[in-house]
């Protein structure tokens, strides 16, 4: 396993998709849901897939981690 972060393109995603990630985000900063995210970056670090950003609100990081029930809706 390999513990480095491997790039992803986020953008290669379908653009519904990419809207999703943005905008259905939970903030442990501000403890809502449904603020936003900017800036996003995805990566895989241990086998896990992640989609990063910061909170539209406060600024704060967002951390969305890919299960494989996000992929079963596919």
Known sequence: MN???VPRDFYAR?????QLFLTDTWCDHCQQLGLGM???EEY???G???IEGKCC???EAV???LTEDE???E
Do not use: A, K, S
């Open 38 to 40: 900017r800036d996003p």
């Open 14 to 18: 379908d653009p519904e998709e990419q």
């Open 57 to 59: 609100q406060c600024g």
């Open 3 to 5: 513990d480095n972060r």
């Open 71 to 73: 992929f079963d809706d």
């Open 48 to 50: 896990m897939i992640f």
């Open 44 to 46: 895989e670090l241990f």
């Open 63 to 65: 951390l969305t981690e």
